[in-house]
Every structure is written in structure tokens, then in C-alpha cells.
């Protein structure tokens, strides 16, 4: 079997998946050292950011790189909007639009994941990247559940506006995507709880399958290089 994807943009770029973690880490723990007021703006460039880079990274061709970034026009549209007007109807297509562009880049993470016979450092750091991004996705679904039906999670009184909101909405989902349940922030509606489960069951089935897949690979590594 190919142990390289010749036509992948990807092969010019060396750790280039390391770096995209990286800068996924980076959007996590820098807002926790930057002012409160613009704390989720500085989440929504460091996401817009990440999505360009994991776009990028992650396409075979040309023609999905200018799919990709045709994707990321209206949101960045939206985020301008944003930025005058705080309207609940442009916080919830915002939350579509990177609900979509997240989705298109996870399912070219997952095919080179899928088309890699190696078991390499670019492609745990693959792996973890696509760990981080489902994380990312279900934080601006529950922005859409939260904005859509109000109340649909007992956030903290603080969290008024959308900024504050995703912020909590964010580290409620990857609270939940690694089963912890901390309990400070939970979902009280149907359409909440449902999406927690989802979740929860996703972190634990994804988990398993990257592991499964990891020790296969190197099993039928070892294997291979014996006989």
C-alpha cells in the first residue's frame, strides 16, 4: 500500500499539523489571558484563523481549496456584521456558516486520516486537530440551540451577550466531548440535552476507533517489515 498521498497539498507543508494544533490550543488558552470585553472577539479571528490554516492543510486539490475559502466568504461577512450589530439572527447564521466550514474541513482531516498507512507524528497530531475541531463544532451548535430557544442552558448570570455565551457554550463543549461533566453548566431543554449526548457519545467512539486504527496500522507495520 502508498504510504504518501503524492497530490496532497498537505506533502509541501512539513508538521504542518502539528503547527494547526498548536494554533487550536492557542484558541483555547489565550482568551483566558486576554480582556474580558474582547475575549470572544479575540475567539472569533483566532477561529477564523485556524480555519483558513486547517483549509489550507487538509484539501487534495485546488479546486477544494477554492471551494473552501467560497465557504469561508459569508462567514467572514457575518463576523463583520458582528461586529456592529449584535443581533440574534446574524449570531445564529454566523454559527451556521461555521457549523458548515468546520464540517468540510473534518471530512478532508478524516480522509487523509483514512488514506494514511503510517503510523506517523503528523498523523496523531491529525487525529488530535480533529478531536479539537468536533469540539469547536458543537460549541457554535449549542450557540445555535442557546440562541434559537433561550434558556437552554443555566449558563452563568455574567453571560449575556453572545460573546460571554460562546465562551461558556465552548468549554461546556469540550467539557462534555471528554465525558467530564462538571455539572457548572448544563443543558435544561430537549434539543440541549440531545446534543450533549451526541457529544459525549462521539468524544468516546472517536477516542476508541483513533486508537484501534493507530494500533492496527502499527501492528500491520510490524508485520510487514518481519516478513
Known amino acids: 500500500m502508498p504510504t504518501t498521498l503524492d497530490n496532497h497539498l498537505y506533502q509541501h507543508r512539513p508538521f504542518g499539523f502539528l503547527t494547526l494544533l498548536i494554533m487550536l490550543l492557542s484558541v483555547q488558552i489565550l482568551p483566558a489571558v486576554v480582556a474580558v470585553d474582547n475575549r470572544v472577539d479575540f475567539l472569533l479571528f483566532g477561529y477564523t484563523l485556524v480555519l483558513f490554516s486547517s483549509l489550507y492543510l487538509v484539501v487534495y486539490e485546488r479546486k477544494e481549496l477554492i471551494i473552501g475559502f467560497v465557504l469561508t466568504l459569508p462567514m467572514l461577512f457575518a463576523n463583520w456584521k458582528l461586529s456592529t450589530d449584535s443581533v440574534n439572527l446574524q449570531v445564529a447564521i454566523n454559527s451556521v456558516f461555521y457549523i458548515v466550514f468546520l464540517l468540510y474541513v473534518s471530512v478532508f482531516i478524516l480522509?487523509?486520516?483514512?488514506?494514511?498507512?503510517?503510523?506517523?507524528?503528523?498523523?496523531?497530531?491529525?487525529?488530535?486537530?480533529?478531536?479539537?475541531?468536533?469540539?469547536?463544532?458543537?460549541?457554535?451548535?449549542?450557540?445555535?440551540?442557546?440562541?434559537?430557544?433561550?434558556?437552554?442552558?443555566?449558563?452563568?448570570?455574567?453571560?449575556?451577550?453572545?460573546?460571554?455565551?460562546?465562551?461558556?457554550?465552548?468549554?461546556?463543549?469540550?467539557?462534555?466531548?471528554?465525558?467530564?461533566?462538571?455539572g457548572d453548566i448544563s443543558p435544561i431543554t430537549r434539543a440541549g440535552r440531545s446534543w450533549a449526548i451526541l457529544e459525549a457519545i462521539f468524544g468516546q467512539f472517536y477516542l476508541a476507533c483513533v486508537v484501534a486504527r493507530l494500533v492496527a496500522l502499527h501492528l500491520t507495520t510490524r508485520t510487514t517489515n518481519k516478513s
Do not use: H, Q
Not at 128 to 146: D, H, N, Q, T
Open 111 to 182: 480522509r487523509y486520516l483514512f488514506e494514511s498507512y503510517d503510523v506517523s507524528f503528523d498523523m496523531i497530531c491529525a487525529a488530535v486537530c480533529l478531536y479539537f475541531i468536533a469540539g469547536m463544532i458543537w460549541s457554535f451548535i449549542y450557540l445555535l440551540v442557546e440562541l434559537l430557544n433561550p434558556g437552554s442552558f443555566n449558563l452563568v448570570e455574567t453571560a449575556s451577550g453572545y460573546r460571554e455565551k460562546l465562551t461558556d457554550l465552548s468549554y461546556f463543549s469540550f467539557v462534555t466531548l471528554a465525558t467530564l461533566g462538571y
